[in-house]
């Protein structure tokens, strides 16, 4: 070991693991370069001065009482070389030539010039400063000397977040320090002068040593005094400040101050790599808990996509009818909602949920993590077959119900027929059984017997007439029967009660004629007019009323021929009028005829024919309300045929249209509907693979200008413009980006492992997402399992296992919970109460096996 010291002093001691090593410098000499004029200038200032040398001397006496020694005065106790020599050889670790023993100037100078060489070998540039001048005790260069020991040792190689030096050490305090009232950071010097960011540097790290809150900015002295004492006490950092001198200087030096601050930052050193430490795994926590929380989204959205299609494909496939038109047109309405506002936002849910399961793969890849597994029966292609099911049931759904809304129109159509049918004749039959039953023919006169016989003969006549009514009310119920309508149990039984009395009455008028003829032969003969007016004006006043009933009677077509047929049938019935006519003149004849003759013989009639009720005003009014009624059909019907003809004329001009599209649209409207869904698919994951893109490049730290570049290469050799490169094309590109992959063995060698981790499966094709992938793992670091172990390891302790404890203290609560949730107890031989590995956890984050 060689001895530094004069005056029968000596000191065994070997290199420290105090200092900071001796790292490279590079940039030192630009940064020295740039405090010249600096260190010329302003050291001239007296206050500055005395601040340095106080500075300076407790910081190098820092290192030096770690070799037993220390310095009292800095720019006489370096001057012979060997002190100089010695704090070197602590601060940085390694061994320097051996001193001159000599006491003469030269060799003084000799062992100072060493210990320069020492510096300058670091990529420190020393600027105006010799080895003379500090033999000679020139405070001003022995001052900058030390300072820049200090710049070199204790400052260059602090860095935060890619800072060095001044800057990375300004930013540190900042951070520290920001969440504290009244400090702002912005220098080293008149930001530090209440002492203020002092006790928060100390309090920041270690709160139990002080009462910030107590601190007044008003008391600066005591603010650094508070600070300076806790320090050196608790902290091993000697007092290398006073606090007057730094409250009565306008702007305190910077050297000195950032010389104290440095010591903080080292004191701290080992709670900045925990920090960066955890800032890592909450880091790598924080990509595991977003894919597990979009993990369970996609979970919950399949899930309730597929409970949605098991709901909806048993209403689709349900083909009960219902009973009434509007219940029918309620389906058809809640049909057309579903494929209006239902659908839609399931067809978005089906696309989003393809997307997300797209997104959370590539994150996992970009991550490091295994590939996501859905539930079982939760797979994209468990939804799409499910979907396919949904939209087979929705086929030939729309058609079926139209079809059941036209057949229960038809059904309405017949039974309000058969109430109109039915009503008429309940109206006729009304009383009906009452005559019947009537006795009069047992106090009846001759002459009122035979009028009661003929008026019979006219009833059964009547009754006769009726019988086409009946059977048509039979015909329309059988029908209604027949077309299942839902209310044929009213419709039966009205039809059956009509049929019943229509069998009483038939037994009534056969039991009153047998009753009239047996006293028929006792009466005379009633006035043959009055009895053939009877005769002729039942059945006309009978055709009358079923002229009434037809010509208003309510008709559905839904075809030209149909009402072609309706009109061809009233026009028929209107050849018939003049026939009719002449027959209604004719028994109005004979009722004036019959009245001709009584007042020739002068024979009092008593009131009206009493063979009929069908007076010829009754006969006269309902002509006059069938010829009324006969313009009105004529322009309904010929109203409906226009109707018909202009309905006929689009069915044509459709048919026309539809036989040439007809087939095309039969073929292609489905897949048009699927394509145009499938297009809005393909619309949603082309921006999804450029979102991913970006993801990639932002995930992986590729800058745009970076992604732009390699772009642009690919595309450039991407001549048929499929997306991929061939070997040969992927070679060039390379050779493009500045890669070594020529014909030589070793470029071959090189290219062929590119394309071993490019096309790994051997298809001859590097796509471009492939190519970024590589190009992300050449150009940046990413998290691996190994170094978040590393990490976990930093804030373990260097220990095997971490707990509880050490988790909630150094992470996020909710990260640390997170942990602890899913980490299994550790079972090393080295294993404590409570302990956990994150080993194991760290891998499994990775879907790697434990290492």
Not at 297 to 312: F, N
Not at 386 to 404: I, P, T
Request: one cysteine or more; hydrophobic letters at 35%; proline letters at 3%.
């Amino acid at each position: 070991m060689v001895d530094y010291h004069a005056a029968n002093q000596s000191y065994q001691y070997g290199p420290s693991s105090a200092g900071n090593g001796a790292g490279g410098g590079g940039s030192m000499g630009d940064y020295m370069a740039q405090e010249d004029d600096w260190d010329r200038d302003l050291l001239l200032d007296p206050a500055w001065e005395k601040q340095q040398r106080k500075t300076f001397t407790a910081w190098c006496n820092s290192h030096l009482r770690k070799a037993g020694t220390q310095i009292e005065n800095i720019d006489e106790d370096f001057r012979d070389g060997l002190k100089l020599m010695l704090l070197l050889e602590v601060i940085s670790g390694e061994r320097l030539p051996k001193p001159e023993r000599g006491k003469m100037r030269v060799h003084k100078i000799n062992n100072v010039n060493k210990a320069l060489d020492f510096i300058a070998s670091k990529g420190v540039k020393l600027v105006s400063i010799g080895a003379e001048e500090i033999v000679d005790g020139n405070a001003k260069m022995t001052l900058g000397m030390i300072w820049t020991i200090i710049l070199r040792f204790a400052i260059q190689d602090i860095s935060v977040e890619e800072t060095s030096a001044k800057e990375g050490l300004l930013l540190w305090c900042q951070r520290k320090t920001a969440p504290y009232k009244n400090v702002n950071v912005q220098n080293f010097h008149i930001s530090w002068k209440d002492g203020l960011a002092f006790n928060a540097l100390i309090h920041r790290h270690r709160p139990e040593l002080i009462e910030y809150d107590k601190l007044r900015k008003d008391d600066p002295v005591t603010n650094l005094n508070n600070a300076f004492e806790v320090a050196e006490k608790y902290l091993d950092i000697p007092k290398m400040l006073d606090a007057e001198d730094i409250v009565n200087t306008a702007r305190p030096d910077e050297k000195a101050i950032m010389t104290y601050v440095s010591s903080f930052y080292h004191a701290f050193s080992g709670a900045q790599k925990a920090e960066t430490a955890a800032n890592r795994i909450c880091k790598v926590l924080a990509v595991n808990q977003e894919n597990e929380h979009l993990m369970e989204d996609y979970e919950k959205l399949a899930s309730d996509l597929l409970e949605w299609i098991r709901r909806t494909i048993p209403w689709l496939e349900d083909r009960v009818p219902q009973k009434t038109i509007q219940e029918m047109q309620q389906k058809l309405e809640d049909f057309r909602d579903y494929r209006r506002v239902h659908k839609p936002p399931k067809v978005q849910e089906k696309c989003q949920l393809e997307i997300n399961f797209n997104t959370l793969q590539t994150k996992l890849r970009l991550s490091n993590r295994p590939a996501f597994m859905p539930s079982e029966g939760k797979m994209v292609s468990d939804i799409n077959n499910g979907w396919q099911h949904l939209e087979q049931a929705e086929k030939g759904y729309e058609e079926w119900l139209l079809n059941e809304i036209r057949r229960l129109e038809r059904l309405d159509h017949l039974a309000e027929k058969f109430r109109q049918k039915a009503s008429i004749h309940e109206a006729w039959t009304d009383g009906k059984e009452a005559m019947l039953k009537h006795r009069d023919y047992e106090t009846a006169t001759l002459s009122d017997i035979k009028a009661l016989i003929r008026k019979h003969e006219a009833f059964e006549s009547d009754l006769a007439a009726h019988q086409d009514r009946v059977e048509q009310i039979a015909a329309i119920a059988q029908e209604l029967n027949e077309l299942d309508y839902y209310d044929s149990h009213n419709v039966n039984t009205r039809c059956q009660k009509i049929c019943d009395q229509w069998d009483a009455l038939g037994s009534l008028t056969h039991s009153r004629r047998e009753a009239l003829e047996k006293t028929e032969k006792q009466l005379e003969a009633i006035d043959q007019l009055h009895l053939e007016y009877a005769k002729r004006a039942a059945p006309f006043n009978n055709w009358m009323e079923s002229a009434m009933e037809d010509l208003q009677d309510m008709f559905i077509v839904h075809t030209i021929e149909e009402i072609e047929g309706l009109i061809s049938a009233h026009d028929q019935f209107k050849s018939t009028l003049p026939d009719a006519d002449r027959e209604r003149e004719a028994i109005l004849a004979i009722h004036k005829e019959a009245q001709r003759i009584a007042e020739s013989n002068h024979i009092k009639l008593s009131g009206s024919n009493p063979y009929t009720t069908v007076t010829p005003q009754i006969i006269n009014s309902k002509w006059e309300k069938v010829q009324q009624l006969v313009p009105k059909r004529d322009h309904a019907l010929l109203e409906e045929q226009s109707k018909q003809q202009s309905n006929e004329h689009l069915r044509r001009q459709f048919a026309s249209q539809a036989n040439v599209v007809g087939p095309w649209i039969q073929t292609k409207m489905e897949h048009i509907r699927v394509g145009w869904e499938q297009l809005l698919t393909t619309i949603a994951r082309t921006i999804n693979e450029v979102e991913n893109q970006i993801l990639t490049r932002d995930a992986k730290g590729i800058s745009q200008e970076q992604m732009q570049e390699f772009r642009a290469s690919f595309n450039h050799f991407d001549k048929d413009h499929g997306g991929a490169l061939g070997p040969e094309e992927f070679k060039a590109c390379l050779i493009s980006l500045g890669y070594d992959v020529e014909n030589d063995r070793q470029g071959e060698a090189e290219f062929n492992r590119i394309m071993s981790l490019v096309d790994p499966n051997h298809s001859g094709l590097v796509t471009f997402q492939a190519f970024i992938d590589f190009m992300s793992r050449e150009t940046t670091d990413t998290d691996t399992a190994d170094q978040v172990i590393a990490s976990f390891k930093v804030l373990a302790g260097d220990k095997n296992f971490i707990t509880a404890e050490e988790l909630r203290r150094e992470l996020p609560p909710d990260q640390a919970e997170y942990c602890i949730a899913r980490m299994a107890p550790y079972q090393g031989p080295d294993a404590v109460p409570g302990a956990l590995d994150y080993k194991s956890f760290s891998t499994a984050l990775y879907g790697e096996s434990d290492l």
